[in-house]
């Protein structure tokens, strides 16, 4: 059951109905038997012992250590201790502690590698096995992919670390703790919400309100506008390019800037359509975008592109190997040997490396990811590392940087920096990468632009102005988020003005969405992550 | 106070950093910066800053994260 077929919406209709007609206490259960029905029909019944597995052992695990610190506590108030006493006392049952931590870590991330990387690494034996014996032994096929394995691993695993780290106590009750793992609105694609926002949101009293159900579908529509209408209308375009033979530069460099706004209108899309299914139900998720092509700098970008994913590394990837006893010893090293601006270097190259490496990897298995993840970390390291080149340039060039187009011209870099990216991914291969480049230097054939070459990819003359219209409205919308609340605006309005703008919003999706056999729209681009 | 204002000054010039407040949370200083700080603190300080204290409201100002250190001096 994809999240924009037909079949979403009615589900949603009856959980509505089931939901405000339980009683306010009871909400949340009618949540959870809700959530393990989408999990059901969405991916497969033999997927759930994988979630109830991780969510079951990180829960047995994260209550143990939040046992074993109040176990602590009580000592630690004994009087007739004194400090050596105390930190022998903390030093021993932090052992406890971090035992527990590792044995959870390794039986969750181990599930997630085993499911992810198996395929991978069978191919590579099997290829090895071939040019040793002649045969490739090694078979992959009992290998399942649960459904939404990555995210949900994520965000267990991110409430372990929390407790482990005393940000906040552990979870009693196994229900609710499950009802966050498995919360159908982020499941499948994210956002990786964090317990210590999601978990009490969960809690709170669902109560009816209006105003946030009406706010609810508006989001909703906004986000079926963006992947039924550009989304899967750019996909058809980019698909035929990269799928296809040989093509001209020109063609590869319109699909290169169609392939950007595919994937940030498919998987903002779909944040918006979960987050206002939420809101239907009182529930409020993290925002996972905030309008990324509007960023000057790379880090900017990735501050506001998948929010949640790169909140995540940087909470428990980045800032963990930033304070690990190896980077404290590399960079006292690099204080005693190197100049200043060395050991900020050394301080920084590391943790990004790793960071950047890791989240490429959480994005795919090959080595194509490997490369984005190198890419990134290089810029990133990059502009950290040569800020006052940059700056000393700057001035050099007296470039006047409060102007409008000096803005403009750092979006575009950015957004060219992020098509960088792409360009090492959405080929399939970096055989495909090296052959795209190719072209657009050897073979840029201009004039396929204008000769009629550009409407062979699923999209004629008509689709393609409509697909320019769809992206303005987009950059509209996207402008006045940034300054204002859309849909607060919209309340504001005269209710003859409110509907046509509503109803404009849903026939626009119903006549000019793009629809596959049975109304269900192609998939969502990150739910294979 | 004075020396984590200082150490707060070398990563970034141009900021007031006695009275500015949400450092982290305005993104004034970004989490590259965060790892030079930290850094510079346990050398100054001689303080060990664990896993527990990173998060953004010990880093918003530079009071909040004097009272870190003294909260990690006492320890």
Redesign the interface.
Known sequence: MSITSAYFVFFLFLLFLLFYLCPVRHRWLVLLAGSVCFYLVAGAIRFLPFLVFTSGVVWICARQIGRCYEALDEKLKAEGLDRTAKKALREQYRKKARRLLCLALILCIGLLCVTKFTKYAVRYLNLAAAALCGRAPFHAEWVIVPLGISYYTFSVVGYL?DVY???YSYEPDFLRFFLYAIYFPHIVQGPISRYSLLGQELKKELRFDSRRIAFGMELMLWGFFKKLVIADRLNQFVSAVYNGQSQAGSIYIVAILFDAFQIYTDFSGYTDIVRGASQIFGVELEQNFNHPFFSKTV?EYW?RWHMSLGGWF??YV???C??SHFM?RL??WA?NTLSERG??FT??VF??FVTWVLTGLWHGTGKTYLCWGIYYSTL?TIS?AFQPEFEALTKLLRIRTETFSWQLFRMLRTFCCFMGGRLLTRPGSLFNTRRVIWNIFHNLCPWCLTDGTIFQFGLDWPQLCLLAVSILVLWAVSMMQERFSVREALERQNIVFRWIIIFTAIFSILIFGIYGQGYDASAFMYEAF | MEKVIKILESLKSGVDFKTAEGIVTN?II???D???L??SL??EFDVE????Y??NENFDSAEAIWEMIQELQDE
């Open positions: 670390l780290w005393k940000r880090p501050r940087k909470d980045y800032y963990p930033t304070i404290k960079n006292k204080k050991s900020r301080a920084v943790p990004v990133i950290a | 993104k970004d989490s590259i965060i790892a030079s930290i850094s346990e050398d800053i664990g896993m527990e990173m998060e």
